[in-house]
């Protein structure tokens, strides 16, 4: 499938801005902002979701099992 040429227009534009020295820093602070947010919404979340029901205070954590299996 070939793109329009307007997107491709575009498309060389966009690249052109990219490989110019002079925006490196910004879009470097851009992808690594990108990427933490990526690996919070990856690993950190889950994991903190997990721990929250794991690790809770109180009771309920112990309802599952009877009495005699879990000193609570």
Not at 4 to 15: C, G, K, S, T
Not at 40 to 68: D, E, N, Q, W
Request: hydrophobic letters at 50%; glycine letters at 6%.
């Amino acid at each position: 499938m070939v793109a329009p040429p307007q997107l491709r227009a575009l498309l060389f534009a966009i690249n052109a801005l990219l490989r110019k020295r002079r925006y490196h820093a910004a879009l470097a602070m851009l992808k690594g902002f990108r990427n933490g947010a990526v690996y919070g919404a990856k690993i950190r979340a889950p994991h903190a979701l997990v721990m929250t029901f794991l690790f809770r205070s109180g009771r309920s954590a112990c309802t599952c099992y009877p009495a005699s299996y879990l000193p609570c």
